[in-house]
C-alpha cells in the first residue's frame, strides 16, 4: 500500500493518473453506476454537478437548512439561488412538505443531503421525477449506505441524477 501509494504521489498524476482513473471505476462499480469522475473536494463536486446539469442564473435550487455551508454556497457558485428547506428531526434529511411547498417555476433542482450516513427516503426521489427537477445527491457523509427503492437494496450514489462525495477526513 505505501509503495502504491508514494509511487503515485512521485508520478505527479494523482487524479488523472492511471490510479486516479482505476479509483474512479471501482468506486463507481461499489456505488452501482456506470461512471465517477474525482474532483478536488466535496465543494467542487457540487459545483460541477449543477454547471453539468446546466443550472445557473435566476435558476432555484432547494436545498437542506442544516447541512455543510457548501450545499447552498455551490448553488450560489453557479449564479443560481440557494432556497431553504427544513429538515426533518428524526434523519436529519430534508423534510419532503417542506419541498413540496417550496417548488415553484424557477425551482430546477434539489440538493439531497445524506446526513450522518443516513440517506433520504425514497419520497423524496418520487417528488423530484414528479415535478422534473434534478435531485442532486450529497453523499459527502454516507459512503456505504443504502436504502430500498423499488423492492431493491441502492447505495449511495446511485439515487439522484447525479451524486457527489467526499474524501476530506
Known sequence: MRK???????????VKGPQGRAFAQEFAEYCGVEFASPCN???GALIAALRLLGIGAGDEVI???????????SVS??????VFAE???DYW?????????????????????????????TDLIDLCREHDL???????????????????TTMAGALGTISCFSFFP
Open 63 to 73: 436545498v437542506p437548512s442544516f447541512t455543510f455551508i457548501a450545499t447552498a454556497t
Open 4 to 14: 502504491a501509494a508514494v509511487s503515485t504521489l512521485d508520478s505527479g498524476r494523482w
Open 134 to 152: 434534478a435531485l442532486i445527491e450529497d453523499a459527502a457523509q454516507a459512503h456505504g449506505a443504502s436504502i430500498i427503492h423499488n423492492g431493491a
Open 93 to 121: 434529511c430534508l423534510d419532503v412538505e417542506d419541498v413540496k411547498n417550496r417548488i415553484t417555476p424557477k425551482t430546477k433542482g434539489v440538493i439531497g443531503v445524506h446526513l450522518f450516513g443516513q440517506c433520504y427516503g
Open 41 to 43: 473536494s466535496g465543494s
Open 77 to 82: 457558485m453557479t449564479g443560481a439561488i440557494p
Open 87 to 89: 429538515v426533518e428531526p
